[in-house]
Every structure is written in structure tokens, then in C-alpha cells.
């Protein structure tokens, strides 16, 4: 097993940026609800699960005008109503995804690159038996994960819905990136390895894109994917003292998260093997925001090592192979 990394969120993103993202975002989406918060019907739609179509769901928590739901069949959440296709499509089209990119995710650059995705590189690799394989990172922003293993001699390929994103891939690394949505691009070849990294909870139909990314993978595939989880502490904390983080949530970005069961649904109706499946959160950091004291921050760090290793950790990370 891959070597675990204990992460400060403060060193990856910084408190003042966080702040201003949660209010950027929360100001963006202002204008889709009513004086009382209510979702407007323009904007929204009633849907059933994204993920099982059941329509049977209990509201678990609801922030900034936004509805969470947990379907009682396959145990994920969602939110409902849902946004409408068109206003999530927009979110990447007039830039405004993009603010969060350069935000938060290239000012981290430093530590993805010299820890975070060399971290993944090594848990796919030691899965793999291909000596030189092909991957298709799918939401590849701003490229450094696909970089790293274009050094250690892998051949890779990227999708990502963004222009400025794309363009930036191919002038700063050389790495081709197709531009627009996975589940509708034509795809011609098969790879080695297809992953999505904190990408299918922004999908409007992740399901699909899962499936499509299954007939694309060559036999004893890799199929790697990091989501919100539904089952993390930071969810049951939230479900019993209600707040508005600055992350794990991310109103109008995070629209769907991830039960165990539901993971363990796919993988079997999809003849997919669980290779290895872990948590990676930040909850205590991101729940103690505001209280947070620098001088305990080793203690802190050391309790959500723990709750990684009991899968209570606000993200999963899954490594599934193609049989």
C-alpha cells in the first residue's frame, strides 16, 4: 500500500482564498433563488436519484438555499431540486469554474505536484502491468497530474470542459487535451488507465460517464475516480449541526456524493474489480475553520489520519480494474 499523506488544508489552500470563493460562488448563485431562498423553477429541476433513479429520498441538510437529499435505496446525496443541464454547462462555458481553478487549485500547484499526484501515479502504477501506458485523464484542469506521468514515460491524453484550461495544458506541458463534455465526445481508442480526479460530482450524468469509461479501458484496466463522500464525518456532522463550509460542499459545483454501497453497486453490476479504496478528507480542518488554532494543528491532522483509516474521510478514492 501507497504511503498515506498527512495534509494541512492551510498549505494547500489558503483560509483568505477559501473565504473568497465561498463567497463568490454564494453571490453567482444568489440570483437562482427567491427573497426566502427558495429555488426558482427556471433554474431548477426535480430529479430523481442521479445515480439508482430512485425517487425516494429524506432531506438531510440544506445550505445556502441549496437542498440535500439521501436516497434511502442506494445512499448517496444529491441535491433537489437540481440545477438545470444548462446552468451547470454554464458554469464552465462563461468562466466562472475557472475563478475557482486559478483560485484555489494552481495556487496549490507546489504540493499537487511534489506530493498529490505523485502519490497517484504510485497507487496506479503498482496496479498496472503495462510497462508504458495509456491514460485519459478526464477533467484534467490544470494538467499536473497528467505531467507527472508523462515523466515517468506514460503516454497521455486529456479531456477537460474548459478552453482556457485545454490551452494552458498544451503551451505549459506539450499534452494533448480534447475540449468539451466526456459523455459526448467521440472516443476512438482504449486505454490503459481513465481517471477522474474530484470530476464526477460535477457530471450530469456520472453514471454514463463511468460506463462509457469502462468500454474504453483495455482488459485489466484501470478505472480511478476521487468523489465527496456521503458517508464521511464531516456529512453526519453536518446532518446534525448544520453550517456552511468553505469546502466539501461547494453549492452549485458539488452536486452529488458517493455512498460505499453505491460504490460497491457499480463495481459489481459493471464487472469492475476494487482494487484498493481509501478516504482522503479534511473534515476537522474544514469544521473548526473559523476556531482553528495553528498550535494544535499536528493533533488535528493525526485525528483525521484516523478517521481516513476507519473510510470516514470527506472524499473516497477508488481504483477499480477491468476484468
Known amino acids: ?92 462555458n462563461d468562466g466562472t469554474y475557472q475563478t475557482y481553478q486559478n483560485k484555489l487549485v494552481k495556487k496549490g500547484k507546489k504540493i499537487r505536484e511534489s506530493t498529490l499526484e505523485n502519490r497517484k501515479f504510485s497507487q496506479i502504477n503498482k496496479l498496472l502491468k503495462t510497462k508504458k501506458p495509456l491514460i485519459l485523464d478526464v477533467g484534467c484542469g490544470g494538467g499536473t497530474f497528467l505531467n507527472i506521468c508523462k515523466q515517468k514515460g506514460w503516454i497521455v491524453e486529456g479531456i477537460d470542459p474548459s478552453p482556457q484550461s485545454s490551452k494552458e495544458v498544451m503551451k505549459n506541458y506539450d499534452i494533448k487535451v480534447h475540449l468539451g463534455d466526456f459523455n459526448r465526445i467521440k472516443i476512438k481508442k482504449k486505454y ?70 453505491l460504490i460497491d453497486k457499480l463495481s459489481s453490476e459493471n464487472k469492475l474489480q476494487i482494487e484498493l479504496i481509501e478516504t482522503n478528507g479534511l473534515d476537522i480542518q474544514t469544521i473548526l475553520f473559523k476556531e482553528f488554532d495553528d498550535l494544535i494543528t499536528e493533533k488535528i491532522i493525526n485525528i483525521q489520519d484516523i478517521l481516513n483509516d476507519v473510510l470516514l474521510g470527506d472524499h473516497y478514492r477508488v481504483f477499480l480494474k477491468k476484468k
Open 1 to 92: 500500500m501507497t504511503k498515506k499523506i498527512k495534509l494541512d488544508l492551510f498549505e494547500l489552500k489558503k483560509k483568505k482564498d477559501l473565504r473568497e470563493i465561498y463567497k463568490f460562488f454564494k453571490f453567482k448563485t444568489r440570483k437562482w433563488f427567491d427573497i426566502n431562498l427558495k429555488p426558482k423553477k427556471e433554474f431548477f429541476i426535480l430529479k430523481k436519484c442521479l445515480f439508482c433513479k430512485s425517487s425516494t429520498s429524506r432531506e438531510v441538510f440544506a445550505i445556502d438555499g441549496f437542498s440535500y437529499h439521501k436516497c434511502k435505496s442506494c445512499e448517496s446525496i444529491y441535491t433537489k431540486p437540481h440545477m438545470r443541464d444548462d446552468l451547470l454547462n454554464s458554469l464552465y
Open 192 to 261: 490503459d488507465v481513465i481517471s477522474f480526479w474530484g470530476v464526477l460530482e460535477h457530471m450530469l450524468d456520472p453514471i454514463s460517464a463511468l460506463k462509457k469509461a469502462k468500454k474504453h479501458l483495455n482488459k485489466n484496466g484501470i478505472l480511478a475516480f476521487e468523489v465527496p463522500s456521503s458517508d464521511c464525518f464531516m456529512s453526519r456532522y453536518l446532518q446534525k449541526y448544520n453550517f456552511s463550509p468553505t469546502r466539501y460542499i461547494e453549492s452549485a459545483r458539488h452536486n452529488i456524493f458517493f455512498s460505499r454501497k
